[in-house]
T-cell receptor
Framework: GQQVMQIPQYQHVQEGEDFTTYCNSS?????IQWYKQRPGGHPVFLIQ?????EVKKQKRLTFQFGEAKKNSSLHITATQTTDVGTYFC???????????FGKGTLLTVNP | KAGVTQTPRYLIKTRGQQVTLSCSPI?????VSWYQQTPGQGLQFLFE???????NKGNFPGRFSGRQFSNSRSEMNVSTLELGDSALYLC????????????FGQGTRLTVV
């Protein structure tokens, strides 16, 4: 079945440093979504990418969807303590179209 | 508008018992999905319902079941609870089945003792 791998599993940075998490799918995706879950909270939708090679920006966050629509990345410039949380990618693809989540990257930021 | 509502928020059950969790989606959303979240395993897909029909099912044993009602509210049931079923169960609703963002509820924290 479809698998979505996400790396790294954990990332600790100093405030002001950049952060990147990568997502790879075993199958071609129709779209990729990114979610953020704060400690003790629930996942909150950040963005959806649909087109091959698509790049979207939200303030300090940059999201990319690979040309082959099998990988994606989230880059945060100049991290802040408010960026702390787990970032999940989720993609739909394969024959059954279910939304499959990566295991997430836990970001901690040292002030 | 009101968000996704899950009840109860916390639950403690004994091994062997059964449990029913409830999810009320955002008004107008017809797609409801359920996920199990445990430390280190991320979000494991349980099932997805759209217009009262189960559209997708994850790799969980038959003890896990669900349904969706005509008002789009959904329930999931776990029978013969095991210690390993302790987890946060999250429900998410979407306007459509595909290409739509998922809105998650706060989850139900189930502890099996």
């Amino acid at each position: 079945g479809q698998q979505v791998m996400q790396i790294p599993q954990y990332q600790h940075v100093q405030e002001g440093e950049d952060f990147t998490t990568y997502c790879n799918s075993s199958t071609t995706l129709s779209n990729i979504q990114w979610y953020k879950q704060r400690p003790g909270g629930h996942p909150v939708f950040l963005i959806q990418l649909v087109k091959s090679g698509e790049v979207k920006k939200q303030k300090r966050l940059t999201f990319q969807f690979g040309e082959a629509k099998k990988n994606s990345s989230l880059h945060i410039t100049a991290t802040q303590t408010t960026d702390v949380g787990t970032y999940f990618c989720a993609g739909r693809g394969g024959s059954n179209y279910k939304l499959t989540f990566g295991k997430g990257t836990l970001l901690t930021v040292n002030p | 508008k009101a968000g996704v509502t899950q009840t109860p928020r916390y639950l403690i059950k004994t091994r062997g018992q059964q449990v029913t969790l409830s999810c009320s989606p955002i008004s107008g959303h017809r797609s409801v999905s359920w996920y199990q979240q445990t430390p280190g395993q991320g979000l494991q897909f349980l099932f997805e319902y759209f217009s009262e029909t189960q559209r997708n099912k994850g790799n969980f044993p038959g003890r896990f079941s669900g349904r969706q009602f005509s008002n789009s509210r959904s329930e999931m049931n776990v029978s013969t609870l095991e210690l390993g079923d302790s987890a946060l169960y999250l429900c998410a609703s979407s306007l459509r089945q595909v290409n739509a963002e998922a809105f998650f509820g706060q989850g139900t924290r189930l502890t099996v003792v």
